[in-house]
Nanobody, 119 residues
Framework: QVQLHESGGGLVLAGDSLKLSCEASGRTFRTYAMGWFRQAPGKERDFVAEITWIGGSTHYADAVQGRFTISKDNTKKTLYLQMNSLKPEDTAVYYC????????????WGQGTQVTVSS
């Protein structure tokens, strides 16, 4: 059974950078796409970025376009999120997730990692 484990969160100052990782465990790992989502206190969970696992096509939320970069290492079964020029409004719990086909919902989620950006 595949599990996802995020790491790399922390407390940083506005303008700083941070890189999140999400490692998939399990002997067999196949997915169509992996994504990052975030949930700020008192708010709904929002989409951040997505990458297709084979082709590497990416898609970003407008709020992070140009500041965040999603990438992957298929051999390590690891997803990354490089976050630059962080803002206080980026403060949230960041989750990685997978979806197994076009048009399918994200079904497999990690436990999340906290990112706090202080002004």
């Amino acid at each position: 059974q595949v599990q996802l484990h995020e790491s790399g969160g922390g407390l940083v100052l506005a303008g700083d950078s941070l890189k999140l990782s999400c490692e998939a465990s399990g002997r067999t790992f196949r997915t169509y796409a992996m994504g990052w989502f975030r949930q700020a206190p008192g708010k709904e969970r929002d989409f951040v970025a997505e990458i297709t696992w084979i082709g590497g096509s990416t898609h970003y939320a407008d709020a992070v376009q140009g500041r965040f970069t999603i990438s992957k290492d298929n051999t390590k079964k690891t997803l990354y999120l490089q976050m630059n020029s962080l803002k206080p409004e980026d403060t949230a719990v960041y989750y990685c997730a997978t979806r197994d086909g076009v048009g399918l919902e994200y079904e497999r989620w990690g436990q999340g990692t906290q990112v706090t950006v202080s002004s």
